[in-house]
């Protein structure tokens, strides 16, 4: 399974990014999706969750009134939309998936790059 995130990028204070997250490889018939977020000398966060069969949803309180997830699954990719992007939104933001789903955030049997986004306040 390969995962390849993408729409990070320096932005003000305010405004809006898209990431994706393009899925490919051998997935199981029903997986989830999770975005999580990493800033330098803080731990990994976990963000928001979709599954890609019922789109059931989870989001960080830090974030549900602001980002929004989702799947298309004709494209088989994974979108985490950021709005009103504050400077403490500074970080890596990674998807993952993993080999099984239990109807929980993925713990990351596979990890995509990451993509940088930047707030500028």
């Known amino acids: 399974v390969q995962l390849v995130e993408s729409g990070g990028g320096l932005v003000q204070a305010g405004e809006s990014l898209r990431l994706a997250c393009a899925v490919s490889?051998?997935?199981?018939?029903?997986?989830?999706i999770g975005w999580y977020r990493q800033a330098p000398g803080n731990e990994r966060e976990t963000i928001a969750c979709?599954?890609?069969?019922?789109?059931?949803?989870y989001y960080a309180d830090s974030v549900k009134d602001r980002f929004g997830i989702s799947f298309d699954a004709a494209k088989n990719t994974a979108y985490l939309q950021l709005n009103i992007l504050k400077p403490e939104d500074t970080a890596v933001y990674y998807c993952?998936?993993?080999?099984?789903?239990?109807?929980?955030?993925?713990?990351?049997?596979?990890w995509g790059q990451g993509t940088q986004v930047t707030v500028s306040s």
């Open positions: 490889g051998r997935t199981p018939d029903n997986y989830a």
């Open positions: 979709i599954s890609n069969s019922d789109s059931g949803t």
């Open positions: 993952a998936t993993d080999t099984e789903y239990d109807g929980t955030c993925p713990v990351g049997d596979y």
